[in-house]
């Protein structure tokens, strides 16, 4: 039962980014998802955002680590510390966590067991009660989608670990498919070229910023370089390469190739008024992987639905998580009160919340 007194959070716990949303406050927190370990002793050196300044540039004793992997906990000790540390930054000296009520996204697809663990996980770091939710019906929920009205929608969530699509009406899940493909796996596509092409060696951070700053789903009317350093692969030594936006685009076909393959499967699975929303009403592109150029373009002309991106791709899914457990609990209370005024029937008590 909700206290007055208790606070309100949505966790979005990503494979490379954690957000926090607060009720009354917004988006708290926004760390990435890693950890720097030290190998000897098993001790967490660093978390968020000082871990991710460690990648690639750690001593022989020192890991760093995403505790998550397609979304779902991999090391689940890792995964804890990392919430404890994040729950610490954002509750100062003042021990709230205990008086709180939490969603946590999760992603689709996933089993009870897996679900479970993540609620566990959340509870054990002292929130009063925790609820998985799917992370699609959260970022739809974030996005001011009418997610519980009788209309099909269509999410497309491209984070670093998963891509999820999921087709929703009435407060649920109707159809949904995850592809193991996302921003995590177009950043190895780019080590890997570079190394082929170039015989350079570059790391995740460097791949990375290759597909932020020139990857595009459309080819660009001016062509956009980048100029990166790595470690040449026949002398070993360090050197410096350009590498251009049609090489990205070129490099990416095979990703975007797979997201538009899993849209089509999706939307044949669906409902035949469901997928006549969607056509209608276009699909929700959200997810760090929306803000790749080009991309609501490329995927709007090879399925011919339109598509919206969402305002804050990065936060939507906290924030909605956060809406969501906040209805439910509006809910709750408004039955409760109903309840105790006697209201005439069940139905008349639905009715009342519906309006
Ligand atoms: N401008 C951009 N262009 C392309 N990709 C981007 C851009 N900005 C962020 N990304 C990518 O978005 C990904 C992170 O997205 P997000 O935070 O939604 O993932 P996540 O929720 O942690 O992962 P998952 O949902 O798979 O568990 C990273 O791979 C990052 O490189
Ligand atoms: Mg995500």
Not at 131 to 146: D, K, N, R, T, Y
Not at 256 to 272: F, G, H, M, N
Request: glycine content about 10%; charged content about 25%; aromatic content about 6%.
């Amino acid at each position: 039962m909700l206290k007055r007194w208790d606070m309100l959070y949505g966790i979005d716990l990503g494979t490379s980014n954690t957000v926090i949303y607060q009720q009354g406050k917004g988006i708290v927190l926004r760390e990435p998802s890693v950890v720097a370990v030290r190998t000897d002793t098993g001790e967490i050196q660093a978390v968020g955002e000082e871990a991710l300044a460690m990648l690639g540039r750690t001593p022989g004793n020192l890991d760093v680590i995403y505790p998550l992997k397609d979304g779902v906990i991999a090391n689940f000790d890792v995964t804890t510390a990392m919430l404890q540390y994040f729950i610490r930054k954002i509750q100062g000296r003042t021990p709230w966590f205990r008086s709180s009520q939490v969603y946590i996204s999760v992603p689709c697809g996933i089993t009870n067991v897996q679900k479970r663990a993540v609620e566990e996980t959340v509870v054990h770091k002292g929130a009063k009660k925790a609820l998985a939710v799917e992370e699609p019906l959260a970022a739809a929920f974030g996005a001011g989608l009418p997610v519980d009205q009788p209309i099909g929608s269509l999410v497309l969530d491209i984070g670093g670990g998963t891509s999820q699509v999921a087709v929703l009406s009435l407060g649920g899940i109707v159809v949904s498919h995850t592809v193991r493909r996302a921003g995590m796996s177009i950043d190895k596509d780019i080590i890997d070229y570079v190394k082929r092409a170039y015989n350079l060696a570059i790391g995740e951070r460097t791949a990375e910023e290759i597909k932020m700053r020139i990857g595009s789903a459309m080819e660009l009317k001016e062509e956009a370089t980048i100029t990166i350093k790595g470690r040449d692969l026949l002398d070993g030594l360090p050197r410096a390469a350009t590498i251009s936006s049609s090489e990205i685009y070129s490099l990416l076909d095979d990703f975007l190739a797979a997201i538009v393959e899993a849209i089509r499967y999706t939307l044949e699975q669906c409902p035949p008024e469901l997928a006549g929303d969607i056509v209608e009403q276009g699909m929700l592109l959200c997810g760090g992987g929306a803000m790749l150029q080009g991309l609501d373009e490329r995927i709007r002309l090879e399925t011919g639905v339109p598509v919206q991106v969402a305002d804050q791709p990065l936060d939507c899914t906290a924030l909605g998580a956060g809406m969501m457990l906040d209805y439910r609990n509006e809910r709750n209370l408004l039955r409760s009160r109903l309840e105790y005024r006697g209201a005439a029937s069940s139905e008349a008590m639905e009715e009342k919340i519906a309006q």
